[in-house]
């Protein structure tokens, strides 16, 4: 970990933790059996290679836990995460699927021994052919569509067209590479239907270019459970292999879940520090451990009261950060219920995405303890995680 973590005794819950060894500071709650659970629910359901995108949480624990369930694949995006990754897992192999590099950024991808690259554009493939990604080195050709079904769309940012995936496919064959398709329907995607849109458009592309691909790469964007629900993973494994009916040869899967993997089996616990009439001041914010809030919504809170008493009928509440800045506002407005007050304690679940590696500690704020729970939720009929 990061931090060591602190373990508690096996009948703690995070509000009997907090109740013995809270101070000010907000704590992220880790429980190792949900990472476990996931994992295995993953490599049961799905019918290929399942690996771990780093960007989600670079934790050296997590990536520890990970490899020690039998994960030996992981997507990294810069020469850091490729270090990381082989400081725990010498043997790891490396998915370098970050589509646009510096030409030092693809040496040191060279040395660290990477197995696939990803490309979008001529002019990056033409740069992996310059700088030394030899013959019979996999090529990942990224494509994109206008897919719905995902908090944001990661097409924005990366992917080809169709029409260029088809010249880079016929390109990347013809120079000698190992030619493979991936993509990314977007973060936290519960929808099957897009995974079979991206399969059937990749399986049309691969037969009018005329290869065949040595893997296909159907990426990230699987669900947690924020909203607390159990996220729909198995219909979206079953639409993958159902879709790959479209090849004339179906490809060997590979998936690179982060958020799908990590993130229920953390939460996040930040005490409030003041309430003003339905406004409540929280100690961490949208510089801190709740970034994500702003793009993709506030996951489901339980408040904790501080002194034990019965929950009252909720109200919408305005949640703030601690720093001066006026944007530290979570979107919307939260239920909660209407005693909250100071010195209770918001637990936001399915925290264990993006939390560690993006939180900043801009104005001072930005500092959490660790402890490791047997459970998360209060609730025994609750999952782990």
Same mark, same amino acid.
């Given at each position: 970990?990061?931090?060591?973590?602190?373990?508690?005794?096996?009948?703690?819950?995070?509000?009997?933790?907090?109740?013995? *060894?809270?101070?000010?500071?907000?704590?992220?709650?880790?429980?190792?059996?949900?990472?476990?659970?996931? *994992?295995?629910?993953?490599?049961?359901?799905?019918?290929?290679?399942?690996?771990?995108?780093?960007?989600?949480?670079?934790?050296?624990?997590?990536?520890?836990?990970?490899?020690?369930?039998?994960?030996?694949?992981?997507?990294?995006?810069?020469?850091?995460?490729?270090?990381?990754?082989? =400081?725990?897992?010498?043997?790891?192999?490396?998915?370098?699927?970050?589509?646009?590099?510096?030409?030092?950024?693809?040496?040191?991808?060279?040395?660290?021994?990477?197995?696939?690259?990803?490309?979008?554009?001529?002019?990056?493939?033409?740069?992996?052919?310059?700088?030394?990604?030899?013959?019979?080195?996999?090529?990942?050709?990224?494509?994109?569509?206008?897919?719905?079904?995902?908090?944001?769309?990661?097409?924005?940012?990366?992917?080809?067209?169709?029409?260029?995936?088809?010249?880079?496919?016929?390109?990347?064959?013809?120079?000698?590479?190992?030619?493979?398709?991936?993509?990314?329907?977007?973060?936290?995607?519960?929808?099957?239907?897009?995974?079979?849109?991206?399969?059937?458009?990749?399986?049309?592309?691969?037969?009018?270019? =005329?290869?065949?691909?040595?893997?296909?790469?159907?990426?990230?964007?699987?669900?947690? =459970?924020?909203?607390?629900?159990?996220?729909?993973?198995?219909?979206?494994?079953?639409?993958?292999?159902?879709?790959?009916?479209?090849?004339?040869?179906?490809?060997?899967?590979?998936?690179?879940?982060?958020?799908?993997?990590?993130?229920?089996?953390?939460?996040?616990?930040?005490?409030?520090?003041?309430?003003?009439?339905?406004?409540?001041?929280?100690?961490?914010?949208?510089?801190?451990?709740?970034?994500?809030?702003?793009?993709?919504?506030?996951?489901? /809170?339980?408040?904790?009261?501080?002194?034990?008493?019965?929950?009252?009928?909720?109200?919408?509440?305005?949640?703030?950060?601690?720093?001066?800045?006026?944007?530290?506002?979570?979107?919307?407005?939260?239920?909660?219920?209407?005693?909250?007050?100071?010195?209770?304690?918001?637990?936001?679940?399915?925290?264990?995405?993006?939390?560690?590696? /993006?939180?900043?500690?801009?104005?001072?704020?930005?500092?959490?303890?660790?402890?490791?729970?047997?459970?998360?939720?209060?609730?025994?009929?609750?999952?782990?995680?």
């Amino acid at each position: 970990m990061l931090q060591t973590p602190i373990v508690a005794d096996t009948a703690d819950t995070p509000a009997t933790w907090l109740a013995r *060894h809270a101070g000010e500071a907000p704590v992220l709650f880790h429980c190792p059996a949900a990472l476990d659970a996931r *994992h295995a629910r993953f490599r049961a359901g799905f019918a290929g290679e399942v690996t771990y995108a780093v960007k989600a949480n670079p934790d050296p624990g997590v990536i520890a836990r990970l490899v020690a369930g039998g994960m030996r694949g992981f997507d990294v995006a810069s020469p850091a995460e490729m270090a990381l990754v082989r =400081g725990v897992c010498p043997e790891a192999r490396l998915h370098y699927h970050n589509p646009v590099r510096s030409r030092a950024e693809i040496r040191a991808g060279i040395e660290a021994g990477v197995v696939s690259w990803s490309v979008d554009e001529m002019g990056e493939l033409d740069k992996l052919a310059a700088e030394g990604v030899g013959r019979g080195a996999e090529i990942a050709v990224r494509i994109k569509l206008p897919v719905q079904g995902a908090a944001y769309d990661f097409g924005a940012k990366f992917g080809a067209s169709p029409e260029l995936a088809l010249a880079l496919l016929r390109r990347a064959a013809e120079q000698g590479y190992l030619v493979s398709m991936t993509f990314h329907v977007g973060t936290q995607c519960a929808d099957p239907r897009a995974w079979t849109r991206y399969i059937t458009a990749c399986a049309e592309l691969a037969r009018e270019a =005329g290869v065949t691909l040595a893997r296909l790469n159907v990426g990230g964007g699987f669900p947690s =459970g924020r909203d607390g629900i159990d996220p729909p993973l198995e219909p979206i494994f079953a639409a993958i292999v159902e879709a790959c009916a479209a090849f004339d040869t179906p490809p060997p899967l590979v998936c690179e879940p982060g958020r799908g993997l990590i993130a229920d089996a953390m939460a996040y616990a930040v005490p409030i520090k003041a309430r003003r009439g339905d406004a409540l001041y929280l100690a961490d914010g949208i510089y801190g451990g709740l970034s994500e809030c702003p793009s993709i919504g506030v996951s489901r /809170v339980e408040l904790l009261p501080g002194d034990g008493r019965a929950p009252a009928p909720t109200l919408p509440f305005a949640l703030w950060g601690p720093t001066c800045d006026s944007l530290d506002r979570l979107p919307g407005e939260t239920a909660l219920p209407g005693c909250a007050s100071e010195g209770d304690w918001l637990l936001f679940r399915s925290m264990g995405a993006y939390l560690v590696g /993006v939180t900043t500690c801009f104005n001072g704020y930005g500092t959490y303890e660790r402890a490791e729970l047997a459970r998360l939720w209060t609730d025994p009929s609750r999952p782990l995680g």
